[in-house]
C-alpha cells in the first residue's frame, strides 16, 4: 500500500523535531508545547511550509527558524538548506481554499520597471544620503533588515528612481526574482477589475508570489476601502514570509488621512527615510548628469549658467530638467552661433521662471533653509505636513519671510511649500504679522533671520 502524502509529511515533522530534541538543539519543554501541535503542510525541493497553532507559536518557531532548517538539512539529507515558511492554521485554511485557483502570470503584471534608473546614476547628497544608503540595503538584502522600507519625500526629489533601482538591483542579480512595481491608483484599477470579474482570490494569489512588491504614492489609496483590505493581505503575506515591500509616498505614514490605522502602524513598523530637495552642490552634479544622458557635454554651457539653474531650480530634479530644456530651446532660436551657451543666453531664457529677487538674490529655497537650520529642523520638516508647534512656527516664518522679501504671489509660495493653497499661505502671513505686533522676543527672531539672509 502506498504511503500517503500527510503520513509521509508527519513523519518527516517527527524526525526533524526528534533530531533538534535529540541534539539538544531546543528544549524538551519548547518541543512538547509548540512543535508536537505544527506539522509540514507543503513540502517542496525549495521550501517547507510549516502549519502552527497561533500567532504565539508562529512568533516562537520563527525564532527557530535557522535551527529547524538545520534539522531538515540532516533528516532529509540536503546538499543546501530550503526555505522555512510558518503559517497559522486559519491562513493555511484560506490557503487551502485557494490552492485551486489558477491564474495566468499574463493576467496580472507589474507596471513598467525603467531600465536606465539605476543606482549608479542617482546621485547622492545630504539630501538624500540616507535613503539612498536604505535603498541599497534592501536591495543587497530584500525582506533581511528594513521591511517595510517606506520613502518620503515632495515630487521629484528622486523616490521613484530609488524604487526603480532597487528593482534593477534585484532582478541583475537574481533574474528568477519575481518584482512588481505599481503606483497606489494602478493598484486600485487592478482591484476594481478583479473584483468585476470575479478573479480578486486570483490576484491575491498571484501576490502572494512575489519576490520584491513596490508601491509609489502610496498616499492615493487613502480613502479606497477594499483596496485598504485587499493591499492589507497582500502585505501580511509578503512581510511574513521574508519578502521585501518597498513604500514611496510624498508624506510620512501618520500624515496619510484617509489611511487605517493597522497600514500606519505596520508601515511605521519598518524604515523611514525622507528625501529633501537638493543643496546646491547636489543639484549642480544632478543637472550636469542630466546633460550628459541627453548627449551634451558639460561645456555646452557657461559655468556660471549652470551655476545660476542649479541654484534657481533646485526644488527637483524636474525642475531641473525643465529649466535646462527651456535653456536649450532659447538657445536654439537666440543663439545660432553653434557656441556653449552663454550665461546671458541662460538668464534671458529663464528670467520668468525663475523665483529670485533681482536686488537681494534670495530664493524660497534659500529662505526655507535658513529658518530650517535656526530652529534645528530638516527643510523636509519645515514644507511637511506636520502640526507640531515649532515645525508649524517656523513654516509661518518661512511663509511670511517668502512674502515679504520675495514679494512672489500666494499661489507661487504655496508651491514652494508643497502645494499649499493661497488662503493657507495668507493666513500664515497674518499670523506672524500679529505676533510680530505682541511678542517683542518674537521680532526679535525675525530680525535676527533677516539679518543672516543679509538683508
Same mark, same amino acid.
Given at each position: ?17 526528534? *533530531? ?17 501541535? +505544527? ?29 529547524? &532548517?538545520? &534539522? ?81 519625500? $515632495? ?24 518584482? *512588481?512595481?505599481?503606483? +497606489? ?62 513604500? &514611496? ?35 549642480? &552634479? ?21 551655476? *545660476?539653474?542649479? +541654484? ?17 530651446? *532659447? ?16 538668464? $534671458? ?77 495668507? +493666513? ?28
Amino acid at each position: 500500500m502506498p504511503i500517503k502524502k500527510d503520513q509521509y509529511l508527519n513523519d518527516i515533522w517527527d524526525q526533524v523535531t526528534q *533530531y533538534l530534541l535529540t541534539n539538544k538543539t531546543i528544549e524538551p519543554e519548547m518541543i512538547s508545547s509548540f512543535f508536537q501541535t +505544527s506539522y509540514i503542510y507543503e513540502l517542496t525541493e525549495e521550501h517547507a511550509i510549516i502549519s502552527v497553532e497561533n500567532v504565539i507559536h508562529l512568533q516562537v518557531l520563527r525564532s527557530l527558524v535557522d535551527k529547524i &532548517a538545520d &534539522a531538515f538539512i540532516h533528516v532529509l539529507d540536503l546538499s543546501a538548506p530550503i526555505e522555512i515558511r510558518m503559517m497559522q492554521k486559519s491562513d493555511i485554511k484560506a490557503l487551502s481554499e485557494q490552492n485551486g485557483i489558477k491564474y495566468d502570470e499574463n493576467e496580472f503584471h507589474s507596471m513598467n520597471i525603467q531600465k536606465d534608473r539605476t543606482f549608479e546614476n542617482f546621485v547622492v547628497g545630504d539630501c538624500n544620503r540616507e535613503s539612498q544608503a536604505a535603498a541599497l540595503a534592501c536591495a543587497l538584502n530584500p525582506g533581511k533588515f528594513f521591511n517595510p522600507l517606506f520613502i518620503y519625500g $515632495n515630487s521629484g526629489l528622486g523616490k521613484t528612481h530609488l524604487m526603480m533601482a532597487i528593482a534593477n538591483y534585484v532582478l541583475k542579480t537574481d533574474p528568477t526574482k519575481k518584482v *512588481y512595481y505599481t503606483e +497606489s491608483l494602478k493598484f486600485v484599477e487592478t482591484v476594481v477589475n478583479a473584483i468585476r470579474d470575479n478573479r480578486i482570490e486570483a490576484f491575491k494569489r498571484f501576490m502572494f508570489s512575489i519576490d520584491l512588491l513596490l508601491v509609489d504614492d502610496i498616499q492615493f489609496l487613502a480613502g479606497k476601502e477594499k483596496s485598504h483590505e485587499v493591499f492589507f493581505t497582500i502585505y501580511n503575506e509578503l512581510v511574513n514570509n521574508g519578502k521585501q515591500v518597498c513604500i &514611496a509616498s510624498d508624506r510620512q505614514p501618520r500624515e496619510i488621512k484617509g489611511l487605517e490605522d493597522r497600514l500606519i502602524s505596520r508601515f511605521s513598523s519598518g524604515l523611514s527615510v525622507g528625501i529633501d530637495s537638493p543643496e546646491f552642490e547636489t543639484s549642480l &552634479a544632478i543637472l550636469q548628469m542630466k546633460i550628459k544622458q541627453n548627449g551634451y557635454g558639460i561645456d555646452d554651457c557657461d559655468e556660471e549658467g549652470l551655476a *545660476y539653474i542649479a +541654484s534657481n531650480f533646485s526644488g527637483n530634479v524636474r525642475d531641473l530638467e525643465g529649466a535646462w530644456n527651456r535653456v536649450l530651446f *532659447y538657445a536654439i532660436q537666440f543663439q545660432p552661433d553653434g557656441r556653449s551657451i552663454r550665461f546671458e543666453t541662460v538668464m $534671458n531664457a529663464l528670467k520668468s521662471q525663475a523665483v529670485v529677487s533681482d536686488k537681494t538674490g534670495l530664493s524660497p529655497k534659500k529662505i526655507i533653509k535658513t529658518v530650517a537650520d535656526y530652529y534645528g529642523l530638516t527643510r523636509q520638516q519645515v514644507t511637511s505636513k506636520t502640526r507640531t508647534k515649532n515645525i508649524s512656527s517656523a513654516r509661518h516664518i518661512s511663509i511670511y519671510l517668502c512674502r515679504k522679501l520675495l514679494n512672489i504671489s500666494y499661489i507661487k509660495i504655496g508651491e514652494e511649500f508643497g502645494g499649499r493653497d493661497h488662503s493657507t499661505i495668507m +493666513s500664515a502671513c497674518t499670523k506672524v504679522e500679529k505676533q510680530i505686533k505682541k511678542d517683542p522676543l518674537f521680532e526679535k527672531v525675525i530680525k535676527d533671520l533677516e539679518q543672516q539672509l543679509n538683508v
